[in-house]
């Protein structure tokens, strides 16, 4: 009985090909189809015209259009007697659809968070014509600068502008990737119909649609990865060339230019480049034990290459990448066995941040698209292990060594088969709110092992070369379900561009946001200390070109200042320390709460969510004498707050009762008064509790208690009701 499940699910299948017999090469229904793709295009535009003034709702065009791009093409590459050909033109016409749909949504700025990082890096590359520029909201990012220098160079080369050039980078590494996908899916299976089946499936990770399609490093970085794994295979499937001078050099050559891959890949991406050396050092290990010593010794040079580059561009870069990642490793290990223990509580599936629910539809096609996937690894798994490798290519091979535990001599299939184990792993991730990056960062790497796994299933179970035009039209439909349950769980708020959103990322900028970002790098000149919240300083950073004081990078992180009630002396202390010169509050932000779960950075207190800021909160500054109000458009306020930070301050009291009275940073908040329309001092009033003459780490503690137990009691008494949202701000006790 036991034996007879085993056979089912494929274990010791026979080794032959899984190729069927193909027509002649010919472009088929591509042409067709990418004309049907462009006119679904075209009428996707149109739809986010009319969203933009909220006049159409963006999912009425967005789901139609996506249906009309990929139900076609994926019906296509499913059915068996399709040329090679054709099925890459059909690959690439999904690919560059889908990206597009992107782009129409914000076709002139960019729209992810991410992409204003490394724009503010590639301006800095342009600008000050040298790497390594410090970065306060992504610090480790210049450290990785491949993608800001291809950028420059095409700036340069074009002489348009980064915005053009980086939409068309990210589009030539979409074709880049799904290409080099197919490519690797093909050498291991030897099979183009598997290897078009594999690269559709490996689109429908949750990475794929959205962080993939971005200008951000890893985009860059995964194409370097592909190609090195794809290098390494012709490698390692190439017969010994003993004698042959011809193919001696020509295997010189591939090794040569796989180095190069190698230590661009190792300047792309942290995280990615150490993801290679883990791949080939797999595949290497994978070899020796199934005795192919050439493939195991080819691919395991490879190996110490990728760690040699990566260990040498960490030593020039400053080495900024290990306390990130570690960072990152240990924050989504602690939510993840938090959520096991039960001592941490999960994350809401299909609810955004804000408290949005995606609707059932939604639900339904994920989860769908999740029990499609493991269908596919329980039913491929032992078949993609079993699948025959290159040995026989060798002149000096012996012959392949007897299955064990169904695995032959193909060390690539063998690990990537291996590597589905990680994906119930990254799915269990997703369930915390900790854990969620890393889940989601996992995929695109697990999906090369699921794609092939879940590829060679369906040909060998599912379709199989002789099937029924309704059979592979019934897996067409199957690839479909998990393309789009793959964007849909990485699916951004807006699919469209539409009316303005207030802490909602790319939905939050518009031109007002934008000119006045301008206005202080016109008025105020660049590198000035701002802060502000999410959206804003990403502005300020790119077409201001301000320096942005950030929690990392300053020890200070002042939104909390912003969204205070009152202006406290330990708000005071912390635009001190972390000397900034400005503030920009944008006033807009009362409207909505944080679209993706917070206003300023990640980490920042989850009561700053309950409800939307008071205006009342965020314009207390104007009450501070040392403050000025230098910039209003009538939704965003620029503050300056330099006189609070220097230690001469450029304004003084106005006399009372004859007396000048010196304005000094630690008498200038409780003793300042306003009656009406002016602003006095009044030097009897009992000021904030004056610092003792104490350096010890202790009393630094009591007066940073005390002076937040002062706040706090403030804070305690008032009620406040938000009527824009219906709930009380501030709760007394």
């Avoid at 010791?12 to 090909?17: L, M």
């Avoid at 399709?82 to 700025?109: D, K, M, Q």
């Avoid at 053009?164 to 589009?171: E, K, R, T």
């Avoid at 300047?267 to 080939?280: A, E, Q």
């Amino acid at each position: 009985m036991i034996a007879t499940v085993f056979r089912w699910l494929g274990y010791g299948c026979d080794p032959r090909g899984l190729d069927c017999v193909e027509p002649a090469e010919s472009a088929g229904w591509a042409p067709l189809l990418a004309l049907v793709a462009a006119a679904a295009l075209l009428g996707m535009a149109f739809a986010e015209r009319l969203s933009l003034v909220g006049s159409f709702p963006a999912e009425a065009a967005f789901w139609p259009g996506v249906a009309v791009i990929i139900v076609p093409a994926a019906m296509r590459i499913a059915w068996p007697r399709v040329s090679r050909t054709e099925r890459i033109w059909l690959l690439n016409v999904v690919t560059i659809s889908l990206y597009l749909t992107r782009v129409i949504a914000s076709p002139t700025t960019f729209y992810g968070h991410d992409e204003y990082l490394h724009w503010s890096s590639t301006i800095d590359v342009l600008e000050r014509h040298h790497l390594f520029t410090v970065n306060t909201l992504l610090q480790v990012g210049p450290s990785y600068p491949a993608l800001e220098i291809v950028t420059a160079a095409l700036v340069q080369l074009t002489g348009l502008g980064v915005i053009p050039c980086a939409i068309l980078l990210v589009g030539v590494l979409r074709l880049l990737c799904v290409s080099l996908v197919f490519l690797v899916f093909e050498a291991v299976s030897r099979s183009s119909w598997v290897a078009a089946l594999a690269a559709v499936v490996y689109m429908a990770n949750s990475n794929f649609y959205t962080f993939l399609g971005s200008f951000s490093y890893e985009t860059i970085a995964v194409d370097f990865l592909f190609a090195a794994i794809f290098v390494a295979l012709l490698v390692s499937r190439r017969p010994e060339a003993r004698g042959t001078r011809s193919a001696a050099a020509s295997t010189a050559g591939l090794v040569v230019v796989n180095a190069a891959i190698l230590f661009a890949l190792a300047v792309s991406h942290h995280l990615t480049s150490w993801i290679g050396v883990l791949i080939l050092a797999s595949v290497a290990v994978a070899a020796f034990v199934r005795g192919d010593r050439r493939t195991g010794w080819s691919v395991g040079a490879f190996a110490l290459m990728a760690f040699l580059a990566n260990e040498v561009w960490k030593s020039v870069s400053g080495g900024r990448a290990d306390l990130y990642i570690e960072d990152l490793l240990a924050m989504s290990l602690r939510a993840f066995f938090g959520f096991l223990r039960g001592s941490r509580a999960g994350r809401m599936l299909f609810e955004s941040a804000d408290g949005a629910q995606q609707p059932a539809v939604y639900r339904v096609v994920a989860i769908l698209s999740v029990a499609l996937v493991s269908a596919g690894l329980v039913v491929g798994f032992f078949r993609a292990l079993g699948l025959p490798g290159g040995r026989a290519a060798s002149a000096s091979a012996a012959g392949p060594k007897p299955a064990v535990l169904g695995m032959r001599d193909n060390a690539f299939a063998i690990v990537l088969t291996l590597l589905t184990f990680l994906f119930p792993v990254s799915v269990a991730m997703r369930l915390t709110g900790g854990g969620w990056e890393l889940g989601n960062r996992m995929s695109a790497f697990v999906f090369l092992g699921v794609g092939l796994v879940v590829a060679v299933g369906a040909a060998r179970v599912w379709i199989t070369p002789r099937a029924s035009r309704t059979r592979a039209a019934f897996a067409g439909l199957g690839l479909v379900v998990l393309l789009v349950g793959g964007m849909i769980s990485e699916l951004p708020p807006d699919l469209l561009a539409g009316p303005y959103r207030a802490a909602a990322d790319g939905s939050s900028v518009e031109p007002m946001g934008i000119a006045t970002a301008e206005w202080t790098r016109e008025w105020l000149g660049e590198g000035r200390r701002f802060a502000s919240d999410r959206v804003n300083r990403l502005l300020l950073a790119t077409y201001g070109g301000q320096r942005i004081v950030t929690q990392e990078q300053d020890g200070e992180e002042l939104g909390l200042t912003i969204f205070d009630p009152t202006f406290s002396p330990w708000d005071r202390m912390m635009v001190q320390n972390a000397g900034a010169n400005f503030l920009l509050v944008d006033l807009r932000l009362q409207h909505a709460r944080p679209l993706f779960g917070y206003y300023f950075s990640a980490g920042e207190p989850r009561d700053l969510h309950a409800a939307p800021p008071l205006a009342a909160d965020l314009e207390k500054f104007d009450d501070l004498l040392q403050v000025g109000r230098i910039y209003d458009n009538g939704y965003e306020v620029v503050y300056d707050v330099g006189a609070l930070v220097e230690e001469t301050p450029r304004n003084s009291a106005a006399p009372i009762d004859g007396d000048t009275v010196r304005l000094d940073r630690a008498s200038s908040v409780a003793r300042t008064v306003k009656e009406r329309d002016k602003v006095g001092y009044d030097a009897a009033s009992p000021g904030p509790p004056e610092p003792p003459d104490s350096d010890s780490p202790g009393a630094a503690q009591s007066l940073k208690l005390e002076q937040g137990a002062a706040t706090a009691s403030s804070l305690g008494g008032r009620v406040v009701v938000n009527q824009d949202e219906g709930v009380l701000r501030h709760v007394a006790k």
